[in-house]
């Protein structure tokens, strides 16, 4: 029983970092194995840690950029950088909130889907990945037209282990957990395209009207 219950109590937060140098070893099992041992507390310092070094490797790119020959000429006059002191704190705050948004998503498509798993063990096993491939993919992307390229790597690769965190975490097939990644972005994407448009014509609509006034009238109008 005692040894049961080690393997389902929460890791030391010194142990996650040994995890994510695990990433391309993340299949089905590993999910599986590290599900028990779900931690808000690990997923919110991991977070935490994530922000500080996003605004960090953000800096970073700033500096080196102003070294970039393209924008020389853009920057010519404005050479510092002027980053507001409330910054890191805004990340503390923002990075934390858009990930559990993320997650939410993910976790509402799998329920639509047949999910029965838990939002914090999604949370935590997303966390696990997601984490070191974003600071990753950020000091990669300090590498000109290369780093792009495997940012771009990264990302495709994080949607594969969110589709098996999401399969482990729901307990549903593998086409169930891809729609459950997809759908809720199809949605909002739904939502969100047809309400800018909307937004778009209504308040571009009168000058649209006038244009083709205008274009109608010069139709009809004889040429000299």
């Not at 080196?64 to 920057?75: E, K, M, S, T, V």
């Not at 799998?110 to 696990?128: C, E, Q």
């Not at 600071?135 to 790597?153: E, M, Q, T």
Request: charged share 5%; glycine share 8%; proline share 7%.
């Amino acid at each position: 029983m005692e040894a049961s219950s080690s393997t389902s109590s929460p890791r030391p937060f010194s142990e996650i970092f040994s995890l994510w140098l695990k990433v391309f070893q993340m299949d089905e099992s590993f999910f599986t194995a590290e599900a028990p041992r779900t931690s808000n507390a690990n997923t919110l310092v991991a977070l935490l840690i994530y922000a500080v070094a996003s605004f960090i490797i953000g800096f970073v790119q700033l500096r080196i950029g102003f070294r970039q020959p393209f924008l020389d000429q853009y920057f010519k006059n404005s050479p510092q950088v002027n980053i507001p002191a409330c910054l890191p704190v805004i990340l503390l705050v923002a990075v934390p909130l858009g990930y559990y948004i993320g997650i939410g998503l993910m976790h509402l498509g799998a329920m639509i889907f047949g999910g029965k798993g838990s939002f914090t063990t999604l949370a935590y096993l997303v966390s696990l990945f997601y984490i070191p491939l974003g600071i990753a993919s950020y000091v990669v992307s300090l590498i000109p037209c290369l780093g792009a390229l495997i940012s771009l790597a990264i990302s495709i690769y994080v949607i594969v282990l969110s589709v098996r965190a999401i399969k482990v975490t729901h307990q549903i097939t593998t086409g169930r957990a891809v729609g459950a990644y997809f759908l809720p972005s199809l949605v909002i994407l739904v939502i969100i395209v047809p309400i800018c448009l909307i937004g778009t014509f209504a308040l571009l609509g009168p000058s649209i009207g006038t244009i083709f006034s205008n274009v109608i009238q010069n139709i009809g109008t004889p040429v000299p």
